[in-house]
């Protein structure tokens, strides 16, 4: 499985922020509780919504076509990383941004 078929399997499963997912090695999905579905006793809770999420770094790669997107550039990955203590670009595994500018990083050492 690609990371592409992931994100499109997710979202599929309407989950558009991976760090709304739990892993547990295998592929089937569970929501962490915070983001499952909505209940009647949430109707009060309402929260905003986050916009579309945006992958930015793949598998070590940086993603040109959506830096581009979000206008930005290479200088602003590296700040982003720097920022979460991440020297290498090659450190991570997959990283995205939302609408409202939350980050989302995950590295390859939590994949061994």
Do not use: C
Not at 9 to 21: E, S, W
Not at 26 to 35: E, G
Not at 41 to 58: E, H, L, P, W, Y
């Amino acid at each position: 499985m690609t990371t592409d078929s992931l994100l499109t399997n997710l979202r599929k499963k309407d989950v558009f922020y991976v760090d709304q997912v739990e892993t547990d090695g295998t592929v089937s999905i569970l929501k962490k509780p915070q983001f499952l579905g909505v209940m009647q006793k949430d109707i009060m809770n309402v929260q905003s919504s986050r916009g579309t999420a945006q992958a930015f770094i793949i598998d070590g790669k940086i993603l040109q076509k959506s830096l581009s997107l979000l206008g930005k550039d290479a200088s602003w990955v590296k700040n982003v990383l720097l920022q979460h203590n991440i020297s290498r670009i090659s450190d991570v595994f997959f990283a995205q941004i939302d609408q409202v500018g939350n980050i989302y990083i995950d590295l390859r050492d939590d994949l061994m």
